[in-house]
């Protein structure tokens, strides 16, 4: 099979998860036609898969209306937040000292300053939770105000390219909560005491997920690990975060139709990435609990291929002769040794210590800050012929660990 009809496989897959299926947020119909496609596709390269599901919530909302004084100030529904309506004092908060002696009890309290820098990490999120963003969820609990208000900037690092960010993003957080720029958050601050009205529908909708788990190999005593996230933030195409991943390793499959080598391959579509509970990731880890040190070493693939970017690449604790063997399969497609980052599905494996290795764009900074999680996230963006490069660096993988 040529690379050219490998790149036009890969742009028709592109299509079929970032435009044909609207929405591939956990728990909503896209989600489910995304992980349908993907099973349905990889068994017909001769992979047998298994597609556990858990449990899940989507999130339907409307619109939200903040006035003070007879003005309008623009505001979005944090996600999964309960409904709200109601008329209540303002409180405004800006540091962890003040918000320990506010009294917000009942009342809106808006969070800007520092205690709105950045994304909270879910209250249950189980793999990165700082002590400061458990200690913000446990006061706001413990004082129960009625509703939240969170002023927010820009911040890459934990929300990607989406401005204003939502500062909670949490189903297991039970008091009703918007988001707006920090720039109306100051026209906001001037009613400080004052009663404004909020009012905004909003529905959690119990819900299932899967993951898919592709394999072909004579042995799973010994497995090699290919995966990528399927799942997108809600109202983004999620091209590039991370379609071109779970197309990849859908390239990848079609690569290996013939393969029935000893080594066993297992191909992960992951279903939580960019889901507040990390429930497929979870799920993966609990089923393979007792196995986990059967898996030789795991390749994520993550942002890749943009169409500004070379492909990036990045080890993470493999043994020395792999490296110097894979950095050789890299450099031939002209890939890049990358810095490490961590905010990805192969994390899950390092803090388990199996070896991993990280695929991406050069510039990951660049489509965090400007591109992941909004709606520029489109398939324009994408060169196929680097995805295909990609996928035959991840045979010549398959094939060199197989001859070990």
Not at 50 to 67: A, Y
Not at 129 to 150: C, F, G, M, T
Not at 320 to 331: G, R
Not at 366 to 374: K, W
Request: aromatic share 10%; net charge negative.
């Amino acid at each position: 099979m040529t690379e050219a009809i490998v790149a036009k496989r890969i742009e028709n897959y592109l299509q079929q998860l970032c435009i044909k299926i609207a929405n591939r947020h956990v728990g909503s119909p896209g989600n489910r036609a995304a992980t349908d496609f993907f099973a349905r596709t990889i068994e017909s390269f001769g992979f047998q898969t298994d597609c556990p599901q858990f449990d899940c919530i989507d999130w339907e909302h409307g619109e939200v209306w903040l006035t003070a004084s007879e003005q309008y100030f623009r505001a979005l529904v944090g996600p999964y937040s309960p409904p709200c309506q109601l008329k209540a004092a303002l409180v405004s908060v800006a540091t962890m000292k003040a918000l320990a002696t506010a009294e917000i009890t009942g009342k809106i309290v808006l969070l800007h300053g520092e205690l709105a820098k950045e994304q909270l990490m879910p209250k249950n999120f189980p793999f990165y939770n700082p002590e400061e963003h458990r200690q913000i969820i446990r006061i706001l609990e413990e004082k129960s105000p009625a509703a939240i208000v969170a002023a927010t900037e820009r911040n890459p690092t934990t929300a990607g390219g989406v401005y204003p960010f939502p500062l909670i993003e949490d189903g297991d957080f039970d008091i009703p909560s918007v988001y707006m720029k920090d720039t109306e958050g100051k026209r906001l601050l001037q009613f400080d005491g004052a009663e404004i009205e909020l009012a905004f529908e909003s529905r959690r909708i119990p819900s299932t997920g899967c993951n898919v788990i592709a394999r072909k190999g004579r042995d799973f005593s010994a497995r090699l690990v290919l995966c990528a996230h399927i799942d997108a933030k809600k109202g983004t195409p999620g091209a590039l975060d991370n379609a071109t991943g779970v197309v990849v390793l859908l390239a990848l499959a079609e690569l290996l139709r013939d393969y029935s080598g000893k080594l066993g391959v297992e191909i992960v579509a992951f279903n939580g990435e960019d889901y507040y509970a990390a429930s497929g990731q979870i799920q993966y880890l609990n089923q393979n609990q007792h196995q986990l040190d059967t898996i030789l070493m795991a390749i994520n693939i993550d942002g890749a291929g943009y169409y500004k970017a070379r492909t990036a690449y990045s080890f993470y604790d493999l043994p020395v002769k792999l490296e110097s063997a894979f950095e050789n399969i890299f450099i031939k497609q002209n890939f890049v040794k990358g810095e490490p980052w961590y905010q990805g599905d192969h994390s899950i494996f390092i803090q388990n210590q199996r070896p991993a290795i990280a695929i991406t764009s050069e510039n990951l900074w660049e489509l965090s800050t400007h591109i992941t999680h909004n709606p520029k996230d489109r398939p324009e963006l994408v060169t196929c012929e680097e995805l295909v490069k990609i996928a035959v660096s991840l045979q010549d993988i398959v094939n060199f660990l197989g001859r070990m």
